[in-house]
């Protein structure tokens, strides 16, 4: 499976982006999504996962109530919208691949990975 992510950029404070990750060369549908962020100095840190149909949702709590994960499995394509921006979102996404919701948190669990989008927020 290919990943490629896009949507990144800079977004003053409390600004909003959404972010893609278009699949490829696989059945999108059998594949748990995540997405990790990485800032400079700092290790790759969970955000959000969805299920395969999309049914069920987990979030790291420094993002609940302003992130959203969603998914299309008809487009092969899983979305993150980030709402209420701060300065600490700052970083590279990715997004990631699993066959099983569970263990979502570690990246090792996942078997594939995007190439990563950065999102700056800063005024």
């Known amino acids: 499976v290919q990943l490629q992510a896009s949507g990144g950029g800079l977004v003053q404070p409390g600004g909003s982006l959404r972010l893609a990750c278009a699949a490829s060369g696989g059945t999108f549908s059998r594949y748990v999504m995540g997405w990790f962020r990485q800032a400079p100095g700092k290790e790759r840190e969970f955000v959000a996962a969805i299920s395969w149909s999309g049914g069920s949702t987990y979030y790291a709590d420094s993002v609940k109530g302003r992130f959203t994960i969603s998914r299309d499995n008809a487009k092969n394509t899983v979305y993150l919208q980030m709402n209420s921006l701060k300065p600490e979102d700052t970083a590279v996404y990715y997004c990631?691949?699993?066959?099983?919701?569970?263990?979502?948190?570690?990246?090792?669990?996942?078997?594939?990975w995007g190439q990563g989008t950065l999102v700056t927020v800063s005024s």
């Open positions: 990631a691949a699993k066959p099983e919701f569970r263990q979502l948190l570690r990246p090792p669990q996942y078997d594939y």
